[in-house]
């Protein structure tokens, strides 16, 4: 009931197409779901986060879409360019306190590589 | 912004020998900071949780006596990997919760260890 599913497990895309993340979730207790970014040897960097209160948000290129009632949300990063090549993270945490406060569940990741 | 900094970046030991991570939060207070693994081209596991001033609770599986963790102070967690062996190989990544970023948690840039 912890996991969340991420696909694809790789992406290649051409410069200005569509890069698209699916994540699926199980717990209905999540209520934070954030994107992570992360380079070769580096830490992940947090992209976009979104509540279950909205079903969507838009930070410059990139969008999370949110469906509660499936309990899928999506990274889409508009105009992908060769500089956004990085390994992708779907994530999902309560925020409702107690123990499990703040405690990320990590999808599988997906390497995106985006061709000049 | 909230900045974690992680020490060392890199680091090669001997079979037996242990070896200390340092994590700190530069410009706010943490009172959890979490530790996770992670294998090359996988996702993150969170080892444990680290609560300034109380143990840290291990996830299922992580051996506590072999990853021991202090958080003794708001903003400073150490990982020591004790008496390595080289299957403990892996990166090591830290994260700190700060309260008025909600689920957004900084991470440290990790630290890969090599033990030999």
């Known amino acids: 009931q912890q996991q969340v599913k991420q696909s694809p497990q790789s992406l290649i895309v051409q410069k200005g197409g569509i890069s698209i993340i699916n994540c699926a979730y199980e717990?209905?207790?999540?209520?934070?779901f954030p994107w992570y970014q992360q380079f070769p040897g580096k830490g992940p960097a947090l992209l976009i986060a979104?509540?279950?209160?909205?079903s969507e948000k838009k930070e410059g290129r990139f969008t999370i879409s949110f469906n509660k009632s499936a309990k899928q949300f999506s990274l889409h990063i508009m105009d992908s360019q060769p500089g956004d090549s990085a390994t992708y993270f779907c994530?999902?945490?309560?925020?409702?306190?107690?123990?499990?406060?703040?405690?990320?569940?990590f999808g599988q990741g997906t390497i995106l590589t985006v061709h000049p | 912004g909230a900045v974690v900094s992680q020490h060392p970046s890199w680091v090669i030991c001997k079979s037996g020998t242990s070896v200390k991570i340092e994590c700190r939060s530069l410009?706010?207070?943490?009172?959890?900071m979490f530790w996770y693994r992670q294998f090359p081209k996988q996702s993150l596991m969170l080892m444990a949780t680290?609560?300034?001033?109380?143990?840290?609770?291990?996830e299922q599986g992580v051996e506590k006596d072999k990853f021991l963790i202090n958080h003794a102070s708001l903003t400073l967690s150490t990982l020591t990997v004790t008496s390595a062996h080289p299957e403990d190989s892996s990166f090591y990544i830290c994260s700190a919760r700060e309260w008025a970023l909600a689920g957004a948690h900084p991470f440290g840039s990790g630290t890969r260890l090599t033990v030999v």
């Open positions: 717990n209905t207790a999540f209520d934070y």
């Open positions: 680290s609560n300034e001033g109380s143990k840290a609770t291990y």
């Open positions: 994530a999902a945490s309560t925020l409702a306190g107690g123990t499990s406060y703040g405690k990320l569940t």
């Open positions: 410009d706010f207070q943490a009172t959890t």
């Open positions: 979104i509540r279950p209160d909205v």
